[in-house]
DNA sequence: AGCTCTGTTATCTG
DNA sequence: ACAGATAACAGAGC
């Protein structure tokens, strides 16, 4: 499930955990997403230290505890976080946990798509500070949006709206909004945008991103009624603006939703 | 039984 | 070298 606004709902679930000592991180590096991890660092690095600050970027969370190591977690396809009383009630899909006196905090994923990896260090981590803006950041405005546009003139919409090295946390479903929001096709290449087109695509993609942290991010309840979003799941879905049936097809990679009286 | 899924990456191809 | 396309990952639901 998890785009920006899951994301940032999700990483609140570890919110009740500051401040209190780490007693104890179960965790099994055997499983895919967290294969990375060494089971003496864990131990070593985050064992009676504590967690201090949340951070989020697109679709990546970042947990920085006291001494010095960050986690950094991304959820995939499955991935969700848990905060959970004791005694623990583990499901088979608990893959990393770590308990205070208070509770468990849990990062749970079915597919193992997501990863958790630890990093050490005095402060929060050289990639971390490197990453693109995000799509709702001051800095990220129309001059950078145009540049990224010039440099991938041959993507598809829908492909291009996907690349997280320029619109971090822009994911299926929110693609597909933006383009539908925008008007646009999603198989319409970049290069044949004009350069209204450009600014239409811009100012949907700010305004799906908003509406998405306003409503998913808060509480996660859906977005309004108006957008796409509610109707692209549905079998004989109709488009929220002309009523006419939605398309469904393969493009970028990914199972795009549109509506073509209403996008061109 | 077979196909799908809101993601990423290694590995092809041109 | 580089941009774009594809397969693979693992499980559950239809």
Redesign the pocket.
């Known amino acids: ?3 920006l606004a ?1 994301v940032a709902f999700h990483s609140k679930a570890w919110l009740p955990a500051i401040g209190d000592v780490i007693e104890e991180v179960l965790f099994n590096a055997d499983k ?1 997403c967290c294969k990375s991890l060494v089971a003496e660092r864990i131990q070593s690095d985050l064992v009676g230290e504590s967690l201090e600050e949340l951070h989020t970027h ?2 990546r969370m970042l947990f920085k505890f006291s001494g010095q190591c960050c986690l950094s977690v ?1 959820l ?3 991935g969700s976080l848990h905060c959970s009383s004791l005694p623990l009630s583990r499901s ?2 608990d893959h990393f946990t770590f308990c205070t006196k208070e509770g468990g905090f849990i990062f749970r994923d ?4 997501g990863k958790v990896e630890l990093f050490v260090g005095e402060e929060i981590p050289e990639w971390w500070r490197l990453l693109p803006p995000e799509v709702l950041d001051l800095m990220f405005n129309f001059e950078l949006f145009e540049s990224y546009c010039e ?6 919409l829908k ?1 291009f709206l ?1 690349l ?1 090295e320029c619109f971090p946390g822009v ?3 929110m693609a597909d909004e933006i383009l539908w929001q925008s008007r646009l096709k999603p198989n319409r290449l ?1 290069s044949a945008l004009s350069s209204e087109e450009r600014l239409q695509l811009f100012n949907s993609l700010k305004a799906v991103c908003r509406g998405a942290m306003d409503t998913v991010g808060v509480d996660y309840s859906d977005p309004p009624e108006s957008w796409l979003f509610r109707h692209r ?1 549905k079998p004989g879905g109709n488009c929220p603006q002309t009523g006419d049936p939605l398309a ?1 097809e ?1 493009i ?4 795009t939703c549109w509506s073509p009286s209403w996008q061109a």
């Open positions: 499930m998890p785009e899951e895919r697109g679709k991304h995939g396809m499955t088979k899909f079915p597919r193992q798509f440099r991938r003139k041959r993507r598809p492909a996907l997280q994911g299926n479903w970049v799941w469904r393969t970028g990679g990914r199972t």
